[in-house]
């Protein structure tokens, strides 16, 4: 016999802060709480929206991190369904690095996102639509505009990265992205507190983005390898 509504777990209002990471979190207690299965519906966005006391554009953000994981698909006029069970315990990577050392924080998530950047980059070369294409240049158009305007374009050029991970048509990039965001964050923060961090590797993003349209592999890492270069000499430089 199905339990009704009024037997199911209570959704409790959350804190004031950090509220896309705690509506995650609390998504994902209550999907072990309710254990719910593959298959089963998740409250609608309005119900979240009332039971946590956050806006529609967090709740959004949290759905988005599970899309991205695999987890949980939207389907339109239907709602949204779990695809698999998940916890606190996996829908985040527990990665341990000393914050308190920034140039050897940087230079050691360098040396894991210079082996997936560059895996990604060459897959996408091989297996991007013409739609990922268009994607891919609005993002990195965007990225030259704010780049050209205000001399930096941290999250503009995230997008643009971000864009290349889903043209390899493989979720597990974007679920790793996804996982490690908090560490690979640190690259598009202006660390050292420099505006001009990794800015002379702007150049080769339209390069790369040329080596992706002409399907060419080995040129996608070369240009890669160039963008990382730089961000390593600058880590290098700007920590003396």
């Given at each position: 016999?199905?339990?009704?509504?009024?037997?199911?777990?209570?959704?409790?209002?959350?804190?004031?802060?950090?509220?896309a990471r705690q509506v995650t979190d609390a998504l994902a207690d209550y999907v072990q709480s309710a254990?719910?299965?593959?298959?089963?519906?998740?409250?609608?966005?309005?119900?979240?929206?009332?039971?946590?006391?956050?806006?529609?554009?967090?709740?959004?953000?949290?759905?988005?991190?599970?899309?991205?994981?695999?987890?949980?698909?939207?389907?339109?006029?239907?709602?949204?369904?779990?695809?698999?069970?998940?916890?606190?315990?996996?829908?985040?990577?527990?990665?341990?690095?000393?914050?308190?050392?920034?140039?050897?924080?940087?230079?050691?998530?360098?040396?894991?996102?210079?082996?997936?950047?560059?895996?990604?980059?060459?897959?996408?070369?091989?297996?991007?639509?013409?739609?990922?294409?268009?994607?891919?240049?609005?993002?990195?158009?965007?990225?030259?505009?704010?780049?050209?305007?205000?001399?930096?374009?941290?999250?503009?050029?995230?997008?643009?990265?971000?864009?290349?991970?889903?043209?390899?048509?493989?979720?597990?990039?974007?679920?790793?992205?996804?996982?490690?965001?908090?560490?690979?964050?640190?690259?598009?923060?202006?660390?050292?507190?420099?505006?001009?961090?990794?800015?002379?590797?702007?150049?080769?993003?339209?390069?790369?983005?040329?080596?992706?349209?002409?399907?060419?592999?080995?040129?996608?890492?070369?240009?890669?390898?160039?963008?990382?270069?730089?961000?390593?000499?600058?880590?290098?430089?700007?920590?003396?």
């Amino acid at each position: 016999m199905k339990a009704s509504s009024s037997d199911r777990p209570v959704i409790r209002p959350l804190p004031t802060i950090d509220r896309a990471r705690q509506v995650t979190d609390a998504l994902a207690d209550y999907v072990q709480s309710a254990q719910l299965k593959a298959g089963d519906r998740l409250p609608a966005e309005r119900e979240l929206m009332s039971a946590l006391m956050v806006g529609r554009s967090t709740i959004r953000e949290a759905i988005r991190h599970f899309q991205a994981l695999g987890v949980i698909e939207t389907r339109k006029g239907s709602g949204t369904y779990l695809l698999k069970p998940v916890s606190k315990a996996t829908i985040h990577m527990p990665l341990s690095l000393d914050t308190g050392h920034l140039r050897d924080a940087l230079l050691q998530t360098l040396e894991v996102r210079r082996g997936i950047e560059c895996e990604a980059c060459m897959v996408a070369a091989r297996k991007r639509t013409d739609k990922d294409l268009i994607l891919i240049e609005q993002n990195l158009n965007e990225m030259e505009r704010v780049h050209i305007d205000k001399g930096t374009s941290g999250p503009e050029d995230l997008a643009f990265h971000l864009a290349i991970y889903d043209a390899t048509h493989n979720p597990l990039f974007r679920q790793l992205l996804e996982q490690m965001r908090e560490t690979f964050w640190q690259f598009w923060e202006h660390p050292f507190e420099r505006e001009d961090f990794a800015r002379r590797s702007f150049p080769f993003h339209r390069t790369l983005f040329n080596a992706i349209a002409a399907r060419d592999p080995e040129a996608a890492r070369e240009e890669t390898l160039k963008i990382l270069e730089v961000v390593e000499e600058d880590i290098k430089e700007m920590s003396k």
